[in-house]
């Protein structure tokens, strides 16, 4: 158990719908970091934030949007889905900020959305 | 282009084999992270090694962070089915507020 915690565990919508996936970071880290893994394929960056401000964003859609709230658990919204949108969704914590030597992620165990 | 060359891709072995896998890239990081992850879950970090030239041991596991801390490389003694799985590297580049992983190398270990 890394800590981190990630609910839904699965999620299954229509295209066109919005929905919004939760991560809660281990006690301490102030960094949160979004990732997308559909099948059979890497870890896709989406975005960073660092006790409640975005530090970096990555290959995340318009369509998609993140935050990290005072008690740093995070929120990724998804909108206006497309099948392509089904995959893995991970969520992963840190100390300190990317470039730190406090970056090691701790990862959830993410989040499988499904868009029929 | 991915900021880190993990080689191989895949790699399929018997049981009791030995393997290295390299993570390579042209920038310099602060620190370089391995980790291993298996279908449907999330990536656990195995190790992070932080000074040019570092040796780190984990049971069978022998991972390398180059001199130029550019490079790093995972060397499995005496691979067993229970390796199998996705083997990724990362880092963070000093100064910037990005985290870099590699495209990761599926390991499968035959009985």
């Known amino acids: 158990d890394s800590g981190v915690t990630q609910t839904p565990k699965h999620l299954i919508t229509a295209t066109g719908q919005r929905v919004t996936l939760r991560c809660s970071p281990r006690?301490?880290?102030?960094?949160v970091y979004w990732y997308q893994q559909s099948l059979d394929q890497g870890l896709q960056f989406l975005i960073q934030y660092y006790n409640g401000e975005e530090r970096a964003k990555g290959n995340i859609l318009e369509r998609f949007s993140a935050q990290q709230f005072p008690d740093l658990h995070s929120e990724l919204n998804l909108s206006s889905l497309e099948l392509g949108d089904s995959a893995l969704y991970f969520c992963a914590s840190s100390v300190g900020g990317a470039g730190s030597h406090y970056n090691e992620q701790f990862f959830g165990p993410g989040t499988r959305l499904t868009v029929l | 282009t991915q900021l880190l060359e993990q080689s191989p891709q895949f790699l399929s072995i018997q049981e009791g084999e030995n393997l290295t896998v390299y993570c390579n890239s042209s920038s310099v990081f602060s620190s370089l992270q391995w980790y291993r992850q298996e279908p449907g879950e999330g990536p656990v970090l195995l190790v992070t090694v932080v000074t040019g030239g570092e040796v780190k041991k984990l049971k069978r596991l022998t991972f390398q962070f180059g001199d130029a801390r550019k490079d790093s490389s995972l060397h499995i003694t005496a691979a067993q089915p229970g390796d199998t799985g996705l083997y990724l590297c990362a880092g963070g580049l000093n100064n910037f507020n990005k985290f870099y992983f590699g495209s990761g190398t599926k390991l499968n270990v035959k009985p």
């Open positions: 006690s301490g880290d102030l960094s």
